[in-house]
Every structure is written in C-alpha cells, then in structure tokens.
C-alpha cells in the first residue's frame, strides 16, 4: 500500500533538486537536464486566496484530507480547488505543483503574493 503523504524528507530531497533546477533527464540521457519553473511561478498571482491557500498546502506534501482538515473545508472542495491550481500554473501533477510552490519560494526570496499572505 502506497502511502498518501509523500515523506517530507523525501519531497524536500526531491524539491531542492528540482528548485536548483535540474531533474532527471529522459531515459538513457545521462545527464540531468535544466528545467526551470519560473513561468509556472509568475502565474502563481492568478490563484484565488483559496487556491493560493491549497497551493502553500501542496507545496507541504499535505495528501487531500490534510488539506481539507487544515482550511476546514471537505475534501471534495480540495479535490475541486487542486484541479484548478494546477490548471492555472499549468501543470500536471500535484508533485509539480509543490515544485512551483519551492521555485516560487525561491524566486522571490521567500516573498508571498498578497492573496496567500491570509494564514
């Protein structure tokens, strides 16, 4: 049984490579290949404050009913609002969405768009 939070040291692991902006290339490549989320980060302003909320979340590993315990919402309201963020950043995954969160993060020194700076 797979678990439904990534471990914390292992997404951080994972993150801290990805934010210094390299990740595994394709199969046989070798090498690591550049891969920058500055595009994705500059779309971060576009989230609602809820959004924006569930986005800082993801970027925590939090699984759904974390989430959900966290903003006191259900977790179908957090199924609903992670769709959305992740189509707003254009991403695929909620494991690229956190990336976007440590990019972000990053980018801007720490600097918190003004519709998450609500916790």
Do not use: C
């Not at 046989?28 to 500059?42: H, N, V």
């Not at 909320?53 to 903003?71: H, K, M, P, Q, T």
């Not at 950043?89 to 801007?108: D, K, M, N, P």
């Amino acid at each position: 049984m797979t678990p439904k939070v990534l471990p914390r040291s292992v997404f951080a692991g994972r993150a801290a490579s990805h934010a210094a902006g390299h990740i595994a290339g394709p199969a046989g490549a070798g090498d690591d290949a550049p891969l920058s989320w500055k595009l994705e980060s500059d779309r971060v302003p576009l989230l609602s404050a809820r959004e924006a909320e569930v986005f800082s979340l993801l970027g925590e590993g939090y699984s759904n009913r974390i989430v959900a315990r966290e903003l006191n919402i259900t977790e179908s309201a957090v199924k609903f609002h992670v769709t959305r963020v992740l189509g707003r950043l254009g991403v695929e995954s909620r494991l690229q969405a956190g990336l976007v969160t440590h990019s972000h993060s990053r980018l801007y020194q720490g600097a918190v768009p003004h519709s998450m700076d609500t916790r």
